[in-house]
């Protein structure tokens, strides 16, 4: 037996050499028997087994059993674990009531030998053993900072995120809050590393300095908070006070947040404290505005009322930053809410003098179109075209010469210099150059053609009694987000006659976005306004896939013309919005007036074989109601009621209001009110841009007979239906052609203007640059178009 005794002790001491001899095991108390016990402290036993060294702690539970903590060949070694073991364990075992478990043993251990300069305080939080906290032994290192940065073991407890042992230590054992390890961090610093508000509320529990304590990197805890994007601690942090007003390496907690894109934690800190929206960072002078990086976060800002043209220490409003860091979607949010295009920042310069520095195409039209100033020079007398012919080394720099070109040396002369008056012929490009049509290369003619080149005028005249000679009729297709050509159109319109559209004209008629912007016009909303209107609307409006829900337009509609207010309300102009009644067979046009509709006599287009709701008169309906309607196309929005889109039966309105006016004349007439008939002198007919013609390859729709015929069937019908429908709703073509005939006979001045688009843009179109774009080609259509504007200008004003 001794034999077979000694074999098994050899074998496990040359098995222990490749085996980890700290893993701890349970063993039999019975195995040591014979062996030499060499050390006792407490429950800590050290035996020599053979040749190796076990360290054996006793469980008063199982008196048979021992956990062998570890199995050493080096005496010296087992020596010194042995002594930090027995010193290191007495706190942890004396006060587990059930007995330690052999996981818990191990992972004990195991922290101790990987950090041997930690308090036992430490190892407690490590390994989560609460019970052990009220331990005199572990109660005077509570407060130790004998840990890797100086940190104590609440640092530790809100690191890990402890709850538990978080309480226990500031709850029973009185743990200090205010001491901070060497970066400076308090317990508050770590816990805003976590997202866990419990954290937070059991710290604020005991009042302390440290909420809102700057570390060695110059950040609070809601600094860190908001860098992190932890929202919830952000909230927790805020409502136990902590500071939003104390300033850190990137300002206020708010200027942090939004350099980070933190959009959770910017609400928390702007629903505590509105001001912060306009928090001016001590180093840069910046709002949160100038440090947005995403259009979400800019929106967010101006919906909380910051400033939008606020400046910088270098006098710089948030849009020049936008431009010089290229953020095109935060520079459209900034301009669509109105910021100025033309504010001047450092050295004089606009936004535009900046873009064209940094040759970016659509910052460029985006400016231009919003009103930037081409000849606006800066403190050294260069305007943004100068700038571009100078500065421009990049991709983009042939068509920033060909635009110079285009617009003559003359205006690229500083402003000292005598310029070309506004009588005078702008110098052209080569005609070589010219027969490509105008483009890009007019590009900084364009922006200044309209206030240079457009007569504007101080009044209108009018008779005697203050009513208008002749009267004037402005029509409005349809055309969904197109509706923005509309609208650059009347601006153009409103520049060249110096009025408002609502004072040029006496009747107003609109489908579909041109029945909204009628409406618009008629109660009194600046078409500029409109404008930005237009393209926050669409992000509200066209979300999610077809048919959109009808709520947020409805919304958008109630928000701006008031969810009580009637059509017989708003009096001047007259206006008429189309519509479809879609509840009967074949579908009738009706109009949505401000004033009661003309009794023509005249009997029914259709025979009725079957009754219907009567139409409500106009002191009956909504103004946001009508324009609903008159929006609901099929596919996009579901009908309102009984009503579809008005485009169905004329998306160019034109010839339905002169017949309406007509019938309007006839009905006075006939009441004996002749002197109040006034006739028509002028009809402007605005257009939503015309999109290109492209080649259909088949419209052919037959019964097949094999699969190759079936997919040329698909693809027939597919391009049938579209025809179909784009000639149903056509406002160009014939529709145009019919109405200036019309217009001819009766000797009334008849204006088209849409003007030709590059691409075809979707009636629900979302994205910013392609909408840009097609204002730059309504742009350049209305500096092509120029003199037809100073004739219209000058016939709308005449008496």
Request: proline share 5%; hydrophobic share 40%; glycine share 6%.
């Amino acid at each position: 037996m001794d034999l077979f005794g000694r074999i098994f002790s050899t074998v496990s001491a040359v098995s222990n050499l490749f085996s980890n001899p700290y893993r701890v095991r349970e063993v039999s108390l019975t195995e040591y028997a014979r062996c030499v016990c060499l050390r006792e402290d407490g429950r800590v036993l050290l035996y020599k087994a053979a040749r190796l060294w076990d360290c054996l702690l006793l469980n008063p539970n199982t008196p048979q059993n021992a956990y062998r903590l570890f199995q050493l060949d080096v005496e010296t070694e087992a020596l010194q674990q042995f002594q930090e073991l027995a010193v290191k364990l007495r706190p942890f075992y004396e006060t587990a009531r059930q007995g330690l478990r052999l996981d818990t043993v191990q992972q004990l251990t195991d922290c101790l030998r990987s950090h041997p300069s930690w308090s036992l305080a430490h190892v407690a939080v490590e390994i989560g053993l609460r019970e052990s906290f009220r331990h005199n032994g572990i109660l005077r290192s509570v407060n130790s900072t004998e840990c890797d940065g100086g940190s104590t073991p609440l640092h530790l407890a809100c690191r890990k995120g402890d709850a538990e042992c978080l309480q226990e230590l500031i709850e029973e054992c009185h743990a200090r809050q205010d001491i901070a390890d060497s970066n400076g961090d308090t317990v508050y610093h770590y816990a805003a590393h976590q997202n866990n508000p419990r954290i937070i509320e059991i710290l604020c529990s005991v009042p302390s300095v440290g909420v809102s304590h700057l570390n060695n990197s110059k950040e609070t805890p809601l600094h860190v908070a908001c860098r992190l994007g932890k929202v919830d601690t952000v909230l927790a942090l805020l409502r136990c006070q902590a500071s939003c007003d104390i300033i850190g390496k990137d300002g206020y907690p708010i200027h942090t947040a939004m350099k980070y894109s933190q959009k959770g934690c910017a609400e928390a800190i702007l629903d505590i404290n509105a001001n912060q929206a306009n928090a001016v960072d001590p180093r840069h002078k910046g709002t949160p505005l100038h440090w947005a990086k995403s259009a979400e976060m800019a929106v967010l800002l101006i919906q909380r009322g910051c400033n939008m043209n606020s400046l910088s220490r270098t006098s710089e409003t948030p849009l020049h930053i936008m431009v010089k860091r290229d953020r095109f979607d935060c520079a459209m949010v900034l301009l669509v809410h109105g910021a100025d295009p033309n504010a001047m920042g450092e050295h004089g310069n606009t936004p535009l003098h900046l873009a064209m520095k940094k040759d970016h195409l659509e910052l460029i039209k985006a400016l231009m179109v919003f009103g930037a100033d081409v000849e606006k020079p800066n403190d050294f007398g260069e305007t943004p075209g100068l700038i571009a012919a100078r500065s421009s080394k990049g991709s983009n720099r042939k068509v920033m010469l060909s635009m110079l070109c285009s617009v003559g040396a003359d205006r690229c002369f500083p402003p000292d210099t005598q310029l070309p008056s506004a009588d005078s012929s702008p110098v052209r490009a080569p005609a070589a150059d010219r027969s490509r049509g105008i483009g890009f290369q007019d590009a900084v003619y364009i922006s200044t053609a309209l206030s240079s080149m457009l007569v504007s005028h101080d009044s209108v005249d009018f008779k005697e009694d203050g009513l208008r000679v002749r009267d004037r009729l402005l029509c409005l297709d349809g055309g969904g987000i197109r509706g923005l050509v509309l609208i650059q159109l009347l601006i153009a319109i409103e520049k060249a006659a110096g009025c408002p559209i609502r004072e040029l004209f006496d009747w107003v008629a609109g489908t579909s976005t041109g029945g909204i912007l009628a409406l618009a016009i008629v109660h009194g909303k600046s078409m500029e306004y409109v404008r930005c209107l237009y393209f926050r609307m669409k992000n509200e409006v066209f979300r999610g896939s077809r048919p959109y829900e009808s709520g947020p337009l409805e919304e958008f509609l109630k928000r701006e013309f008031g969810e009580q207010t009637k059509m017989s309300e708003v009096t001047t102009p007259k206006v008429m919005v189309t519509s479809t009644l879609s509840d009967r067979h074949p579908a009738e046009l009706h109009f949505f007036r401000n004033y009661d509709p003309p009794e023509t006599g005249r009997d029914p287009i259709f025979k009725r074989v079957a009754s219907f709701h009567p139409v409500t008169r106009p002191e009956e309906q909504l103004v946001w109601r009508a324009a609903r309607s008159s929006g609901a196309a099929p596919t996009y929005f579901r009908p309102m009621g009984r009503f579809l889109d008005g485009g169905l039966l004329s998306n160019n309105p034109t010839l339905d209001a002169m017949t309406e006016i007509h019938d309007y004349n006839t009905c006075l007439k006939n009441k004996g009110k002749g002197d109040l008939v006034k006739k028509l002198s002028v009809v402007v007919s605005l257009g939503t841009g015309k999109p290109p013609q492209v080649q259909v390859s088949s419209v052919d729709v037959f019964r097949p007979s094999n699969p190759w015929e079936m997919v040329k069937t698909v693809f027939g019908a597919r391009e049938l239906g579209k025809m179909v429908v784009d000639c149903c709703t056509d406002s160009d073509g014939p529709a145009v052609s019919r109405a200036r005939a019309w217009c001819d006979m009766i000797d009334i001045s008849y204006f088209r203007l849409s003007p030709q688009l590059e691409t075809d843009v979707m009636l629900d179109e979302v994205s910013d640059a392609v909408l840009v774009n097609m204002l730059w080609d309504t742009q350049i259509y209305i500096y092509q178009q120029r003199e037809v504007l100073q004739r219209l200008a000058k016939k709308l004003l005449e008496p």
